[in-house]
T-cell receptor, first 112, second 114 residues
Framework: DAGITQSPRHKVTETGTPVTLRCHQT?????MYWYRQDPGHGLRLIHY???????DKGEVSDGYSVSRSKTEDFLLTLESATSSQTSVYFC???????????FGPGTRLLVL | GDSVTQMEGPVTLSEEAFLTINCTYT??????LFWYVQYPGEGLQLLLK?????DKGSNKGFEATYRKETTSFHLEKGSVQVSDSAVYFC?????????????FGEGTQLTVNP
């Protein structure tokens, strides 16, 4: 299994508070991705990174920001959490942009 | 843009039955195709992949062949087990629109009964 961890694994927070999710990899892969998974919507890409400090938006990036200051870590920040951001968040990595992506175990976020 | 269409679920089978989950795609260029599996409460796991036309991906008894002429990548297994119960996602990357992003189908829930 690819070495990908996500923290925290579960989080409950209140509307309006900032939240940061962390993805950590030990594979030295160049690409990292953040997805959210919701019933009826499948997986949707939030942001991705193609190198240290190189990031781009996905299809549902509003309300989210990301940072990647070193190869192994990719942070997802909800600046001011809303109930619509209640979801399961998955991080993924890939060696090159068109190769297979490997997913982390996910973070369950509940915004009250 | 690039897209993936999977057969609608849920699919319910008896143990040892033959499984087919249909997947068709729309993409320009030369995409790679993938099947992922998600067990309850877990992340997605890569099941198999194919990177060019006529390639066959296989793993754990599952197979899928990249058919460019029919733009399909159907997942098959000859004899399913209860432990195969999960959600299966077809996906592509490397198309001219998707580039380094994965484009997913909606997923197909499979339940295998003893």
């Amino acid at each position: 299994d690819a070495g990908i961890t996500q923290s925290p694994r579960h989080k409950v927070t209140e509307t309006g508070t900032p939240v940061t999710l962390r993805c950590h990899q030990t594979e030295n892969h160049r690409y990292m991705y953040w997805y959210r998974q919701d019933p009826g919507h499948g997986l949707r890409l939030i942001h991705y990174s193609y190198g240290v400090k190189d990031t781009d938006k996905g299809e549902v990036s509003d309300g989210y920001s990301v940072s990647r200051s070193k190869t192994e870590d990719f942070l997802l920040t909800l600046e001011s959490a809303t109930s619509s951001q209640t979801s399961v968040y998955f991080c993924a990595i890939s060696e090159a942009g068109v190769t297979a992506q490997y997913f982390g175990p996910g973070t369950r976020l509940l915004v009250l | 843009g690039d897209s993936v269409t999977q057969m609608e679920g849920p699919v319910t089978l008896s143990e040892e039955a033959f499984l087919t989950i249909n997947c068709t795609y729309t993409a320009t260029g030369y995409p790679s195709l993938f099947w992922y599996v998600q067990y309850p409460g877990e992340g997605l796991q890569l099941l198999l992949k194919a990177t060019k036309a006529d390639d066959k991906g296989s793993n754990k008894g599952f197979e899928a062949t990249y058919r460019k002429e029919t733009t399909s990548f159907h997942l098959e297994k000859g004899s399913v087990q209860v432990s195969d119960s999960a959600v299966y996602f077809c996906a592509l990357s490397g198309g001219e629109t998707s580039g380094s992003r994965l484009t997913f189908g909606e997923g197909t829930q499979l339940t295998v009964n003893p």
